[in-house]
């Protein structure tokens, strides 16, 4: 990912590369914490809680994922995403041919954020009010009061039972309003007419609910899915663009991690996959996120030349 004129951010690539893997080291550090925690005998959970029986008051308590970290979705330094423009070229046949590697197995599980004390604790039951209460609420048609309830948690519960959403304590989440988002767009994804209708192929990219698709007309050719764009600092660029190239089996040039099935449509910014989460709290350095079978799919969709829009704003952007 660059700037919008493809100038490296304040200091070097090198200077950002060492903030960011500062900030790697300190969430490499809390998964250890987690993980470790999470290991501890049962024995030693039930004492600690006979010490402590509710959760520390905290105003905005770090999320972290309510599973511990593995080989298949480890806690990442940062997003694999392009620094700047790439060198453009025309790719081999034989290039072209090799597919991308397949993801490991769960790599892709729906891995819900919770609080630090209840992913230690290992809550049947939040009690804490989530970040997305009163969406979730309203999306389950609750008392919509934006105060956790042991109704709430109880329907949110069953809500992640039911999607596979893990672990499945009633925590109002990310993930679990991003599924609900997911649900309610399948049926018609621009029932807003946020994304332009034209006779040609438009790639929208919505990143208020975080989802892509394709349409042509008024018809859809491929998705909703969901994605994960560009984080503060770094927001993906709205409006149009164009795909101006394709490497499918691309390298980034900041992280020199795969990229696969990559089309780029600004800069440095592109659809890609990703072997990770796309549901993790911090957005991409701008490119527009996939799974590994979705980007797998579009990549079959599109065509350098076709257009994308792009609008909205990612929380906390």
Known sequence: MT?????????GPARLADRMISRGIARQGAAALLAAALALPAAGIAAASAVSPA??????PELVPGVPPGPAQPWQ???PDQMLPPKTYTPTKREDAVEPRDAAPGTYDLIEYVPLYDAVSKVACSKQTGPYQRQVERWLKLEVDGKQSAADCKAIRAFQVKHEIKPAIGFAGPVTWSTMMLISARKNPNAAKK???RSYKVA???LNRQLTWVQKGSKVVFGPVPMRSGRKGHVTRKGWHTIYWRHKNHVSTLYHQPMPYAQFFDGGEAFHAVYGSIYTTVGSMGCVNLELADARTLWGVLKK?????????RTGT
Do not use: M, N
């Open 3 to 11: 700037s919008p004129r493809g100038i490296p951010e304040s200091g």
């Open 55 to 60: 959760p520390p008051a905290l105003h905005e």
């Open 77 to 79: 330094i940062d997003t």
């Open 195 to 197: 994304c332009p209708v």
């Open 204 to 206: 929208c990219v919505d």
């Open 305 to 313: 030349g076709d257009h994308v829009y792009v609008w909205g704003r």
